[in-house]
């Protein structure tokens, strides 16, 4: 057991928490406020190689291990977790185009995914299929060298404003996820368009979007991997995806600690300041224990990944540790400050609206617990 990180590792955490503290800290509750996308931050961030974390290098990009995009998912985070999801679902999209992708789809995409021109989003969710995605209804059916896209997608992560869309779609009736097949679409194709941009509780310079296929004409190369593989494509990200979840939950619960205690040492009543009370010291005491078992959780699971290609009990137990610990650790830190705590001149209330969807996105914390059961009880 070693418990060190390497050179290059710690390089990368540095200049990313320079990058967060100077250029995303000071905006992220302006961003909240107006609840802005912020495009600004795409250039900057593909500088840094966060754009081609998933990119090889041969198509100009920075081929993280898992465990170092963790590393800077969790340090992005603790200024802002909007820009963090994005980003991670940006690199999911480049991560299945290049793991999946055929030679010319990965020439045509990933070098300006690397490069921010292109930003990427996934598709799979729908109204009536969310944790359970076989029950997806949107079509694509094949006319010669053409497939005709129709349905509505629910709830996409940048969908609004992405130019490189990985859908899934039925090609098939075929039960389970043989019928459903991948595909590439690119903002702009006739047919397609979107449709509401969700209002939500937080996360709200993370835009969330409904895309709408109306009989929507696109190649037929725009199929990724063969017809039925669909599903399989789709879920071979979800150890990584929850993995950096848990990373971006872990970076969002320290800065709402060290938020807490440095208000704690400051801020003085009955004389005395309310880092004295024991009642205080036990909640912080409680906070920094859970964070450090999470961040734990969500290394050892980026290091399975990366050194056997799957830790799908490992990744479920750090998505779901990690995010339900954040939920509390950032309600306990408003709790921390009283009513300073509620109000927006902190960043408190923010991060505790913000980290509510981490228990709910890439697979509910319920649908992590059955993943965790099924490992468990299948031996
Ligand atoms: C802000 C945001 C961004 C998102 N981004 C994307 C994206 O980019 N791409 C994408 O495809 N999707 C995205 N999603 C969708 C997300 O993955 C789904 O919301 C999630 O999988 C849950 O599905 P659902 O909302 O339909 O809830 P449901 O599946 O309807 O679940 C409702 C409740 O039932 C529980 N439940 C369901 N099944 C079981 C079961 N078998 N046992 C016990 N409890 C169960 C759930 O845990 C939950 O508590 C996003 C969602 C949000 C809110």
Not at 296 to 311: H, I, M, N, Q, S
Request: hydrophobic share 45%; proline share 3%; with cysteine.
């Amino acid at each position: 057991m070693f418990f060190q990180l390497d050179d290059e590792q710690q390089a990368i955490q540095e200049t990313v928490a320079r990058f967060a503290r100077e250029q995303v800290a000071p905006h992220a509750a302006e961003w909240d406020e107006q609840e802005r996308f912020p495009s600004e931050l795409v250039k900057p961030m593909a500088e840094l190689g966060l754009m081609g974390m998933t990119i090889p290098e041969e198509y100009g990009g920075v081929g993280f291990s898992k465990l170092t995009a963790a590393l800077a998912y969790e340090t992005l985070a603790q200024a802002d977790l909007s820009p963090m999801i994005w980003l991670a679902v940006h690199n999911m999209a480049a991560g299945i185009i290049a793991r999946f992708g055929d030679t010319s789809q990965r020439q045509r995409y990933l070098p300006g995914m690397a490069t921010g021109a292109l930003l990427g989003a996934f598709s799979l969710s729908e109204a009536g299929a969310g944790s359970d995605p076989v029950g997806l209804r949107a079509t694509a059916r094949r006319e010669d060298d053409e497939y005709v896209l129709n349905g509505t997608k629910m709830w996409v992560t940048s969908g609004n404003v992405a130019d490189v869309i990985i859908v899934m779609a039925r090609t098939s009736d075929k039960p389970g996820g043989a019928g459903i097949s991948s595909f590439i679409v690119e903002k702009g194709m006739p047919g397609f368009s979107v449709g509401k941009v969700e209002r939500k509780m937080g996360l709200h310079a993370s835009p969330t979007a409904e895309l709408i296929f109306d009989e929507c004409r696109i190649p037929a190369t725009q199929r990724i991997g063969e017809e039925g593989q669909g599903l399989r494509i789709a879920l071979s990200a979800l150890d990584g995806g929850r993995i950096n979840v848990g990373a971006g939950a872990t970076g969002v619960a320290q800065a709402a600690l060290t938020i807490a205690r440095d208000y704690a040492r400051e801020r003085k009543q009955f004389g005395q300041h309310i880092a004295d009370f024991q009642a205080i010291q036990f909640m912080l005491a409680d906070m920094a224990m859970q964070i450090d078992a999470a961040r734990l959780l969500v290394y050892r699971a980026a290091w399975l990944l990366d050194e056997r290609g799957t830790a799908t009990k490992e990744a479920a137990e750090a998505k779901c540790f990690a995010t339900d610990s954040a939920m509390r650790i950032t309600t306990d830190a408003v709790q921390i400050l009283g009513g300073a705590g509620y109000v927006r001149d902190w960043p408190l209330e923010r991060f505790m609206r913000d980290i509510k969807v981490t228990q709910i996105f890439e697979g509910t914390n319920q649908i992590q617990r059955i993943v965790i059961a099924r490992a468990l009880l299948k031996d």
